[in-house]
């Protein structure tokens, strides 16, 4: 079990209403959550389809809605209204529910407030997803909980990395294997790493340079960040005889750095 998936559940059992989801991979992350949470009706939500149902019993409590009720769903505030007519325990996800016209606006912060102590009495749910939350406004933090989606693991990087090979009849170089999970350890999804990964093959298999430039690319879209591979050397920093010393050492010990920050 995910530790996301361990949090979510435990949150249900403690009729946690409302939750807030960092993630960088929504799709995955209704489907981790969907799978492995069984026994309740749940839907999805997003501002182009409107309430859609994700399972039988999902249905069941759409198709009770009043017509004039469910199609007015694409909105966010009628959504969010909508959901205080469904059954208990309910799972309803909000692609993009860090939004403005959800949290930033007077309306929908008002309609999460409102969803609070009614969605609690009967353990349902509703569970915002998105990359960041960081603009929540203060009156909503003590009643929305915040949990994060984790960064792929190794195991599963390095499982991807295997499965892509064999799909694209590529030997997989056992040996190599670290070092591929290690150019793609940090990514944030691994639909981005699966995407990195496929477009670095070449003839005569993985490109691994290629893969590095992607993911060099990948991490400096992304605002505040940035990755490098210079090309400087111990022996460039001439007249830190101290640094060098300490560099070496660390690199020597038990955990060698894989990165420089600054």
């Not at 090979?165 to 997989?172: I, S, V």
């Not at 691994?208 to 090309?231: F, H, V």
């Not at 101290?242 to 070496?248: A, I, K, M, P, S």
Request: hydrophobic share 45%; aromatic share 4%.
């Amino acid at each position: 079990m995910s530790k996301l998936l361990e949090n979510v559940t435990a949150a249900r059992k403690a009729g946690v209403p409302l939750v807030a989801i960092v993630t960088h991979d929504q799709p995955a992350t209704v489907e981790t959550l969907s799978t492995g949470v069984n026994g309740c009706p749940q839907i999805v939500w997003d501002c182009i389809n409107g309430l859609r149902h994700i399972n039988e019993s999902g249905k069941e409590a759409l198709d009770a809605l009043p017509p004039e009720v469910a199609a007015t769903t694409a909105r966010p505030v009628f959504a969010l209204k909508a959901i205080l007519s469904l059954p208990p325990k309910t799972m309803v996800f909000a692609y993009n529910g860090n939004a403005p016209q959800i949290i930033g606006d007077a309306g929908g912060a008002q309609a999460l407030q409102n969803l609070r102590e009614a969605l609690k009495q009967n353990k349902r749910m509703l569970l915002l997803l998105g990359d960041s939350f960081a603009t929540m406004p203060p009156a909503l933090r003590a009643d929305i909980v915040t949990l994060e989606e984790e960064l792929p693991t190794n195991d599963q990087l390095g499982a991807l990395i295997g499965d892509l090979h064999e799909a694209a009849g590529k030997p997989l170089d056992a040996a190599k294997l670290p070092s591929m999970v290690n150019a793609v350890r940090g990514l944030p999804a691994l639909f981005t790493a699966e995407q990195v990964v496929a477009m670095s093959f070449r003839k005569d298999g993985l490109d691994m340079d290629a893969l590095w430039e992607r993911k060099r690319q990948t991490i400096n879209a992304t605002k505040g960040l940035s990755i490098s591979r210079p090309t400087l050397r111990y022996g460039d920093l001439a007249g830190m005889d101290c640094l060098q010393d300490f560099l070496r050492k660390y690199q020597s010990g038990p955990k060698p750095a894989r990165a420089i920050l600054e």
